[in-house]
């Protein structure tokens, strides 16, 4: 069944009144989709990857509600993302750092008691010189590279830190690396990247590991060792494309028609004239734009729906517009003031990717600061 776009009564001076597009944020989906995740892989843990404000849907209200769920261990990529969630998160549960210290900022981590994820030597030296400073063992994480070349330890790098003593002073808590290619099941990089991370594993042993992101976790238990890290699988993104995803949709966005026209054949549209109309058409306008995340690559290309009904882009995507092609719905059944759906039942943020040529993950992280949001917890 579709749901109709539709913005609830907008009592007059109300934010809803003003707001060009609501995008709507459904925590209960979140949670359900980490529970869902979590009864997957069983008896191995599920953390929560929250990093970006989780994926631009707001980490301080996306992180208490994964903590009512069970979640106890989260991870964001910078220090300053950490110190934000640890306001709403308290200990013990953990959360840590994927980019690791900078140098000067290990006092900090303890402070907001931040746990770090040791990437490169010179991480890993930094943080257990602290550690010897105050004469104690301080708990960190472990990165090591299996084949993606971005962050952790190589294999050369992790024996001499064994061969030497900077890793004494740690306690290691976790031992996690990250895979390339976790979203084609059939590349020949997963199962490489697994043994690599095995032989490593069992350098450290005793140590908890950790490899798959949300698309690993598909890959079978094989790839689920001891904690598993989603992020976009708790935003409702598809963990593999192309196949069925039963994960529960998180975000509605919908956008508000600001004005209509009725325009002969032929008629040029938007910056440029790219487009022209084919016939005699109807036209609405609506108030988002690339500057709130609805992509200029989406011009001419992408659409709006409502009510099962497409409603092709024509021309350009504007810094705060759009022009949408409404002729298919029958005539006086949209009106100045009315929703379409951007983001919704008929168009999942992975489509509105794929029509903007792009991934799920940018079009949510790239979800707009102007836009009035809405969570519902139901
Ligand atoms: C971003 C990230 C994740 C989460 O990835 P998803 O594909 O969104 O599930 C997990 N681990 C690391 C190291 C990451 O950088």
Known sequence: ???????????????????????????????????????????????????????????EHVAPVLAAAGCDTFFVAHLDEAIALRRVLPGPLRIAVLHGPLPGTEAEFLAHDILPVLNSPEQVAGFSRHAAVLGRRLRAIVQTDSGMSRFGLSRPELERLLAGDALQGLDLVLHMSHLACADEPGHGANAAQRQVFLD??????????????SSGIFLGADFHFDLVRPGAALYGLAPQPGMANALRPVVRLEG????????????AVGYGHTARTAGKARLATVGVGYADGFLRSLSNAGAAWRGGVRLPVIGRISMDSIVIDVSALPEGTLSPGDAVDLIGPEQDVDALARAAGTIGYEILTSLGARYLRRYVHH
């Open 200 to 213: 490593a594993v069992a350098r450290l042993p005793g140590v908890p590991a950790s490899l798959s992101a």
């Open 1 to 59: 069944m579709t749901v109709m776009p539709s913005f609830p009564q907008a009592r007059e001076h109300s934010g809803l009144a003003r707001a060009g597009a609501v995008l709507t944020i459904d925590l209960a989906a979140i949670a359900a989709n980490w529970r869902a995740l979590a009864a997957r892989v069983g008896p191995s843990r599920c953390g929560a990857v929250v990093k970006a404000d989780a994926y631009g849907l707001g980490a």
């Open 256 to 267: 508000r028609v600001l004005q209509l026209r009725e325009v002969p054949s032929a008629t």
